[in-house]
């Protein structure tokens, strides 16, 4: 990294940052701006930040400082690339305080591997970033192809062309692979891809900031703090989804920094790893407080007026900014919040302050691509009279999906038991029975990701039916240990997250699942799983 052939580039971010300066207060001279925007013209978040590093884990400025970034995503630029413009992303930094704007590529979903043109808008979005003094993430957003290695030729030569063209320039940030998912890991494919691709980028750009993705949708932290690659200047990112990702995965996210390593969270929703659901704002405040306490940066999932929770604005909002509150949705108030609390100015978004807000698949987040959404939140609320039992005994099983992607590798349903009766009952007594279909005739291997009585307390064990029905011939069956404690009338167990996969990691067909629920995204009750209290069933229908 100290070698002469990297002079002439650092020479040239300098000159960058002077001419960015210089442009600004050009540009601004005359004007009279908000007393919410920036303190004096040219106190961008490029100019005050310059060339960023990473110093024992953590994002810093060019003096060394640690510096928390928080901003907005778009969407996917093949459907909601009018939303990505100069004047737009001028009104996030001005109005909303950003100091980071990520443009997402997707390479499949129609995206750049069909229409490789959509690169324009990629340019368009860090050139109009280099005039505003934002700092941009390209996103190379792979969901549906879920293995990076699939399009790496591809990504190699796109990351070449904008390392040449942009890699003088101090705030230009790589994302290499937005949520690697299904039957991928760190080690294997992961890590391999990404030291390949970072070291085409390194060949025209020494120092500026690169995120690589991380398994099970960029939930695996973890892992890459075990094996992290060489480069000084890498980041790893986590996605969350606040309705769907908790304790667990901050606990992933300090195991990682505790080992050195830095977090930059690209993405996250104020939704269910589904996109819809919610918004959950109290725990998005737990999340965004917890990444202000740690100083990592962000971007929001997104800048969109696509009709579901996670996007921003409001369907038909104007697509060049100016939005009034009536035109955010209540996840885009709350996050234009989360960004202004703490920011120094609009102009620049704040190094520190209590942010606020919430995978899916980022599935445990279980995103399949929590970050694409658009699942529906609907299913089937209800049981009617089909369940056995009366109130009086007082078990009520709920259900979402914490996977919307029914040919992945992995099978995530998530439960809730709520005790409607009036006596106490030990979960110990409980038993909950998850019916589908085993195509991989393997043998399955059961986690649970998360679960508000610990994880150590579900156990489970896996029974092939004697006599196999159309959509299931082969159940779960989940149970809790002595130490899982008692459902008191009224209250309920919290969320389990468990998560099934067969021995050899290869694809399951939940669509004719008879559990599987695939517009489920948000709990409700749901009688296609059971419950049996000390063997006799008490909720649900078998099939």
Not at 237 to 266: C, E, M, P, S
Not at 457 to 472: C, G
């Amino acid at each position: 990294m100290m070698n002469g052939q990297w002079v002439l580039p650092r020479i040239a971010k300098r000159v960058a940052v002077m001419l960015t300066a210089v442009l600004l207060l050009t540009l601004t001279n005359g004007f009279n701006w908000n007393t919410q925007t920036a303190e004096a013209a040219g106190t961008t978040p490029v100019e005050r930040y310059g060339q960023l590093s990473v110093k024992n884990g953590k994002l810093v400025d060019k003096n060394g400082k640690p510096v928390q970034l928080k901003g907005i995503s778009s969407h996917g630029v093949q459907w909601f690339g009018d939303l990505v413009n100069q004047d737009s992303m001028k009104w996030l930094r001005d109005d909303w305080g950003i100091s980071v704007f990520r443009v997402a590529l997707y390479t499949e979903e129609n995206g750049y591997i069909a229409n490789p043109s959509l690169k324009n808008k990629v340019k368009e979005a860090i050139e109009a970033a280099q005039k505003l003094g934002l700092y941009v993430i390209i996103d190379w957003h792979i969901l549906s192809d879920g293995d990076p290695n699939i399009h790496k030729n591809e990504a190699k030569a796109f990351f070449n062309e904008f390392s040449t063209q942009y890699g003088h320039l101090p705030n230009v940030i790589y994302e290499l692979a937005n949520e690697p998912n299904g039957n991928v890991n760190w080690n294997n494919q992961i890590r391999p891809y990404a030291s390949e691709v970072s070291q085409v980028i390194r060949a025209k750009d020494p120092d500026n900031i690169i995120i690589v993705g991380t398994g099970t949708w960029s939930q695996d932290v973890h892992d890459a703090a075990d094996h992290p690659l060489p480069d000084k200047n890498t980041m790893y990112t986590v996605h969350f989804y606040a309705g769907t990702h908790g304790q667990y995965l901050r606990d992933r996210v300090d195991y990682a920094l505790n080992k050195g390593v830095g977090i930059f969270a690209t993405e996250w929703g104020t939704s269910d790893a589904s996109g819809n659901g919610g918004p959950f704002l109290n725990e998005s405040k737990v999340w965004t407080d917890f990444l202000a306490s740690r100083g990592i940066s962000w971007t929001n999932w997104s800048l969109a007026d696509k009709n579901e929770t996670s996007a921003a604005l409001l369907p038909g909002a104007d697509r060049k900014g100016g939005w009034p509150d009536s035109q955010l949705s209540a996840s885009g108030k709350f996050v234009k919040q989360a960004i202004l609390e703490g920011s120094s100015n609009n102009g620049g978004g704040g190094n520190n302050g209590g942010d606020n807000g919430g995978d899916g698949n980022t599935g445990n987040t279980g995103n399949t691509g929590g970050d694409n959404g658009g699942g529906n939140n609907g299913g089937n609320n209800g049981n009617g009279g089909s369940t056995p039992g009366s109130n009086d005994q007082g078990i009520v099983l709920q259900y979402r999906t914490g996977d919307t992607n029914a040919k992945d590798n992995a099978i995530r349903p998530e439960f809730n038991i709520k005790n409607t009766g009036k006596t106490a009952v030990k979960l110990s007594d409980l038993k909950i029975r998850y019916y589908y279909t085993d195509e991989s005739k393997q043998a399955q291997q059961f986690f649970v990701d998360w679960a508000r009585i610990g994880t150590e307390k579900v156990k489970a064990t896996f029974v092939t039916l004697p006599n196999p029905k159309s959509k299931a011939d082969k159940y779960v069956e989940i149970s809790f240990t002595d130490g899982a404690g008692t459902i008191q009338p009224g209250e309920e167990s919290g969320e389990i997250q468990p998560r099934i996969h067969a021995a050899n990691w290869s694809n399951f067909d939940e669509t004719n699942d008879y559990s599987y629920g695939a517009t489920q995204t948000a709990f409700a009750d749901w009688d296609h799983g059971t419950v049996y209290q000390q063997g006799k069933l008490v909720w649900g229908i078998e099939p």
